[in-house]
């Protein structure tokens, strides 16, 4: 089974970026949509961005259109996400997972989720 696991998270202020990345072993993700997602304390976990397996179509959250950026590269079996211009409501642990329902926002759409890493930005 394909396991996935999240890196580049850290401490920021607002309005610095950070590029997350998401590394599959155990298989590859190259047939895989995937997507990402964040969860902040004592908050529900919530979607972020999601890509096609052949990078042809993306989706984001209302909330980080045009600062965020979702991309892939199959031959590194890695994800990515492109933060810029963040905000200190953007920290969270941010989780990358596969896309068993492409379109789909819900976390119940979602499978192989990593670990986590921690993004938290300061004022």
């Known amino acids: 089974q394909v396991q996935v696991v999240e890196s580049g998270g850290g401490l920021v202020q607002a309005g610095g970026s950070l590029r997350l990345s998401c590394v599959a072993s155990?298989?590859?993700?190259?047939?895989?949509?995937m997507g990402w997602f964040r969860q902040a304390p004592g908050k529900e976990r919530e979607f972020v961005a999601a890509?096609?397996?052949?990078?042809?179509?993306?989706y984001y959250a209302d909330s980080v259109k045009g600062r965020f950026s979702i991309s892939r590269d199959n031959a590194k079996n890695t994800l990515y996400l492109q933060m810029n211009s963040l905000k200190p409501d953007d920290t969270a642990v941010y989780y990358c997972?596969?896309?068993?329902?492409?379109?789909?926002?819900?976390?119940?759409?979602?499978?192989?989720w990593g670990q986590g890493t921690q993004v938290t930005v300061s004022s």
């Open positions: 997972a596969r896309v068993r329902d492409y379109g789909s926002d819900t976390p119940l759409a979602y499978d192989y």
């Open positions: 890509i096609a397996w052949s990078s042809a179509s993306t």
């Open positions: 155990g298989g590859t993700i190259r047939n895989y949509n």
